[in-house]
């Protein structure tokens, strides 16, 4: 019987062990990722409604001064097709236009993206988020 006991005290505890490290990772993760990350991702899923699955490419950065920055890019058939004129080309402000949510942050970066520029987006010297079309390098 005591085998038994010390048996099942060997199956029971990784599982106890292997949840609750999977609890403190999640936690720390969760409490890594910033109110602009968040809101990066959900521009995101807005800005991928309007081209195909796969053609916009998010890259995090700081700027120098200590802002978070997310680029949004084109790649694939997009690309190709903003590179080619497909979309409407119009004039942007180069100097950041202020947005506040996925929905009009998205039509920033959807803007910049058809004129076959990069979107550079931002927390830093706008209200909420500043949008900045930037020529690809």
Known sequence: MKAYKVLSL?????????????????????????DFTVESFNIYEEVSTYYPKGDVVMTFSKSEEGFETVKYSLTGESLKMAQLGQFAKTEFSKSGDECSGPMSCGRLIKNCLDN??????????????????????
């Open 10 to 34: 060997f199956l029971v505890f990784p599982f106890f062990a292997l949840s609750c490290s999977d609890a403190n990772e999640e936690e720390i993760i969760t409490d890594v990722e910033s």
């Open 116 to 137: 076959g520029q990069d979107a550079l987006i931002s927390n830093g010297t706008c209200a909420t988020y500043c949008v900045t079309c930037k020529d690809p390098q």
